[in-house]
């Protein structure tokens, strides 16, 4: 079964500065996507980006990029120049890919609160 | 092209009722999951489903819990006799069922409250 780990509860960043969170996962699947989802005060799940396993190179959404170690088996997410709106839940999610026993499901991390302070 | 939606957004039950929820997936999208949230934790898998068949069900507990996805109309999620520990919010997300990668567009959810 696959696991995914979020140890950081809780981060703090004031507004223009840079935050990386946390995640790792366990998995005996090659074949695999993982994500970092936004939950807003709202409840709304947002995708904010996606990493294939089978690529190197580390995913980059303006703001926002991974750092992919695939042999560590580590995914955290960095936010650049944080902005008050980014003040949400942040849950770090893997799904295994076609063919796999956990293609289709999310797997979430229990999710780590960012606070970004004016 | 509406998103996935999901009624009602707020639901309260008292103990041994039934609870009935909905979900409407994005137009084109014939995959339907759901997943619940309780409070302070991630979201858990319950149950994926496409057009009139249960792909994966690993996740739903055993008993009083149920799902389906009709030829027509929305998926239903429907939990029979709740009690208080199914107080949680109940997201649906819904995907077009491409073969490599499924991006899941997720609904609003609905909060469920048994008192």
């Known amino acids: 079964a696959q696991t995914v780990t979020q140890s950081q509860p809780e981060m703090s960043v004031q507004e223009a500065e840079t935050v990386t969170l946390s995640c790792t996962y366990d998995t005996s699947e090659n074949n695999y996507y993982l994500f970092w989802y936004k939950q807003p005060p709202s409840r709304q799940m947002i995708l904010v980006i996606r990493q294939e396993a089978y690529k190197q190179q580390n995913a980059t959404e303006n703001r926002f990029s991974v750092n992919f170690q695939k042999a560590a088996k580590s995914f955290s997410l960095k936010i650049s120049d944080s902005q008050l709106g980014d003040t949400a839940m942040y849950f770090c999610?893997?799904?295994?890919?076609?063919?796999?026993?956990?293609?289709?499901?999310?797997?979430f991390g229990q999710g780590t609160i960012l606070t970004v302070h004016p | 092209n509406a998103g996935v939606m999901q009624n009602p957004r707020h639901l309260v039950r008292r103990r041994g009722q039934e609870a009935r929820l909905r979900c409407s997936p994005m137009k084109g999208h014939s995959h339907v999951y759901w997943y619940r949230q309780l409070p302070e934790e991630g979201l858990k898998f319950m149950v994926y489903l496409q057009k009139e068949n249960i792909i994966d069900e690993s996740g739903m507990p055993k008993e009083r819990f149920s799902a389906e996805f009709p030829k027509e109309g929305p998926s239903i999620l429907r939990i029979q006799q709740v009690v208080r520990g199914d107080s949680a919010a109940y997201f649906c997300?819904?995907?077009?069922?491409?073969?490599?990668?499924?991006?899941?567009?997720f609904g609003p959810g609905t909060r469920l409250t048994v008192l």
């Open positions: 999610a893997f799904m295994g890919g076609s063919g796999g026993t956990s293609y289709g499901k999310l797997t």
């Open positions: 997300a819904s995907s077009p069922g491409t073969e490599n990668y499924n991006e899941q567009f």
